[in-house]
């Protein structure tokens, strides 16, 4: 697991469009895997302005979505459909038969979850799944549990995502407490995987994660030190406590 640890937020998204910009660069079909959140919003508003810029061409790149509400309109302000939309589909020249979102239509109309990561399968697998991390260690809303679902699947929303995340709805009373999301192994078999870290509210958890021995349900997180191409990129402010044990890990060495 490649770490880089950069100044601040804005060189981070720097960080983790240009190798998004490099991967669409080396093969222009590519397919992307992408997260929402708050963390990857400045990262695609680069890959916006490098399509602006004639950087990039989006017209042969396919895209996935790592998950979306349950119960919520695919057309609702507070959905990760609308999100994805309002902050790269729309604005750069991606078609729309190359736009692959997770739409409970869509899996109601399959009756099968696992549609989905079939859909993934046909068209080449992941070549690059962009990931943020939640403050209790989920990655997708994979959530810490005993157990972890392998493939795309319904899940329960954890007390604390809920909490988290109701502050960024409109409408707070429609915040939902299920979700679809891509499964470990979705994830997993993407060919490259970039997990973003941002600001003081991951520092706890990039410290528990990275410094993890074990892979284990409690940080779904963990399971990523399994796969042989996966790069963190996380600030300053998110890295503090995994620096300073880095630091003492290191003085207690010499
Ligand atoms: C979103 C997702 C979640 C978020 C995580 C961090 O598609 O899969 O795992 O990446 O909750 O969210 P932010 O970036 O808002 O801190």
Redesign the pocket.
């Known amino acids: 697991m490649d770490i880089i640890v950069t100044d601040d937020h804005d060189a981070l998204s720097n960080k983790a469009s240009e190798i998004i910009l490099e991967c669409i660069h080396q093969k222009p079909g590519s397919v992307l895997g992408?997260?929402?959140?708050?963390?990857?919003v400045e990262t695609y508003r680069k890959l916006v302005q490098a399509y602006e810029a004639d950087r990039v061409d989006f017209s042969h790149v396919k895209v996935f979505h790592?998950?979306e509400y349950l119960g919520l309109d695919k057309d609702d302000s507070d959905s990760?459909s609308y999100y994805l939309h309002e902050t790269l589909l729309d604005k750069v020249n991606l078609r729309k038969e190359n736009i692959h979102l997770i739409s409970e239509r869509l899996l109601e109309k399959r009756r099968s979850l696992h549609h989905y990561d079939r859909l993934i399968d046909r068209n080449g697998g992941i070549d690059l799944q962009l990931?943020?991390?939640?403050?209790n260690g989920?990655?997708?809303?994979n959530e810490p549990d005993t157990d972890l679902y392998l493939d795309t699947h319904i899940a329960k929303l954890a007390k604390e995502?809920i909490r988290?995340?109701r502050t960024?709805f409109n409408d707070k009373s429609k915040m939902p407490s299920k979700a679809i999301?891509m499964g470990i192994r979705s994830v997993f078999k993407a060919r490259r995987i970039i997990l973003?870290a941002?600001?003081p509210?991951?520092s706890d958890i990039m410290n528990d994660f990275i410094h993890s021995e074990t892979i284990t349900p409690s940080i779904p997180a963990t399971f990523l030190k399994l796969h042989g191409n996966v790069t963190v990129i996380i600030d300053k402010a998110a890295a503090q406590k995994y620096l300073d044990k880095k630091g003492n890990d290191h003085d207690h060495i010499n």
Do not use: M, Q, V
């Open positions: 992408l997260a929402t959140g708050r963390t990857p790592l998950d990760y990931l943020g991390i939640g403050s989920h990655i997708g809303f995502t988290t995340n960024l999301t973003l941002s600001g509210d991951k």
